[in-house]
């Protein structure tokens, strides 16, 4: 089993940013790739992006590259979003996902560990 804990979303205006975290704890972080996902009010989840296991290799929506930035810090068993130029778009909960499979992966059915969500909310 993973656990996974998000923080670090809250309130921002268009244009502001925010770093999401997600510390992951009972297997060993670095045998999994990680994901960000989202799920806007009255809308389906989406991918975001994802980040492989040891980090060398990422993958982002067309929504929000150029924007976003998956990192990881295995040392630390955590995951990181960090989210500049926000848009009221972007409002939604974010959720980290852990999954074993090899390569990015950008369905959500590929995931086996999910976080509880945290919520983002861009004011215009």
């Known amino acids: 089993q993973v656990q996974l804990v998000e923080s670090g979303g809250g309130l921002v205006q268009a244009g502001g940013s925010l770093r999401l975290s997600c510390a992951a704890s009972?297997?060993?972080?670095?045998?999994?790739?990680m994901g960000w996902f989202r799920q806007a009010p009255g809308k389906e989840g989406e991918f975001a992006a994802s980040?492989?296991?040891?980090?060398?290799?990422?993958i982002y929506a067309d929504s929000v590259k150029g924007r976003f930035t998956i990192s990881r810090d295995n040392a630390k068993n955590t995951v990181y979003l960090q989210m500049n130029n926000l848009k009221p778009e972007d409002t939604a909960v974010y959720y980290c996902?852990?999954?074993?499979?090899?390569?990015?992966?950008?369905?959500?059915?590929?995931?086996?560990?999910w976080g509880q969500g945290t919520q983002v909310t861009v004011s215009s």
């Open positions: 009972g297997r060993t972080f670095s045998n999994y790739a």
């Open positions: 996902a852990a999954t074993s499979l090899p390569h990015l992966r950008v369905g959500g059915g590929s995931y086996n560990y």
């Open positions: 980040i492989s296991w040891s980090g060398a290799n990422t």
